[in-house]
């Protein structure tokens, strides 16, 4: 019996034991410590001291910050997912990175639905640089988003270095500019795909016979109507539905953002050449770096495999032109 089996035969037999400024403590109905448990419990006093100690690390861990890769010698990275606040968006990276790259994931408030989603990009980075903070005082910190999320992460360094932390780098993985979000913008966004989307229905009719055309047709409509049934499955999905407040509430947070000049370090990732975002982010960004993925590649799946082991080799190289350890 482990000291952890141990434990819950003595919660079971109305035994609490506890820490008490590393002290052991234990209280028990008059009878229920007997002899032999009074004799076991000294016994692996210090094997119960080490699992009390462990547990209350754990529940005194700052909810936001998820370990991606915990352990290694480097400065450990803290980047804020997109607008769904799935934090393994960066699982593929962090292993990238290797053993000796800490990287934590930074979850948003909601996610796990027990309290509302902050609906301003200032209380969000507040929210995270608190937590940064009490999880890593010593600093030094590299800050990283990917896609909405690098209009928080931006907001959060410039939050830590305003309360003194050394931010060592910002690095923004296929991050439009906040104005990008902005209703009128993604209107813009959703009448150029639905052209194109014409454009290519129109190509493929034109090649094709009438009975081709029929059959194209039947499919893309078969194709459409899976896709709107498995969105309604969605929906009723609790966990989704959660995920989709935070989503919501992220989106309508940044498009109301409106960056202040940070003048630190920061690197702006792109998932290929074409998908220039850099003019608008060097306006409040003058030190802002440039690296690119390959011709074609799409912002969404930029840190997925394959792709991960492109962006982890560039971002290693841009750590290591401005000398970051």
């Known amino acids: 019996m482990n000291a952890a089996t141990f434990l819950s035969e003595l919660r079971r037999r109305d035994i609490e034991v506890w820490l008490d400024g590393g002290q052991l403590r234990c209280s028990a109905k008059t009878g229920a410590l007997t002899p032999e448990l009074r004799e076991e419990l000294a016994r692996r006093k210090q094997e119960i001291v080490k699992v009390l100690t462990a547990a209350q690390a754990l529940v005194s861990q700052e909810r936001a910050i998820v370990p991606l890769q915990a352990s290694g010698s480097r400065i450990p990275v803290f980047a804020v997912p997109g607008h769904n606040g799935d934090v393994f968006c960066y699982r593929a990276l962090a292993q990238r990175l290797g053993e000796d790259q800490p990287f934590f994931g930074l979850q948003p408030p909601g996610v796990d639905g027990l ?26 910190y590299v800050i990283a988003g990917f896609c909405a999320g690098g209009a928080v992460a931006f907001e959060l360094a410039q939050q830590l270095a305003h309360e003194g932390a050394t931010v060592s780098a910002l690095a923004l993985f296929g991050s439009p500019y906040p104005a990008y979000f902005k209703p009128a913008s993604q209107l813009t966004q959703r009448l150029a795909q639905q052209t194109a989307r014409f454009a290519t229905l129109t190509r493929e009719l034109l090649s094709r016979s009438p009975g081709e055309c029929r059959s194209y047709l039947n499919e893309r409509l078969a194709r459409r109507r899976e896709r709107l049934a498995a969105e309604r499955t969605a929906l009723a999905d609790p966990v989704l539905q959660v995920r989709a407040k935070v989503e919501r509430a992220t989106i309508a947070a940044v498009a109301a953002y409106v960056p202040k000049e940070y003048k630190g370090r920061t690197v702006l990732f792109q998932p290929n050449r074409q998908w220039d975002v850099a003019d608008r ?7 802002a770096e440039r690296y690119f993925g390959p011709d074609g590649l799409a912002q969404q799946v930029m840190l997925r495999e394959p792709n991960a082991g492109t962006f982890a080799e560039l971002f290693r190289t841009a750590l290591q032109d401005w000398k970051i350890p």
């Open 281 to 287: 982010w060097r306006s409040v960004a003058p030190r």
């Open 115 to 140: 309290e509302a989603p902050l609906e301003e990009v200032d209380a969000l980075a507040a929210c995270f640089a608190r937590q940064v903070r009490a999880f890593w005082p010593q600093g030094p």
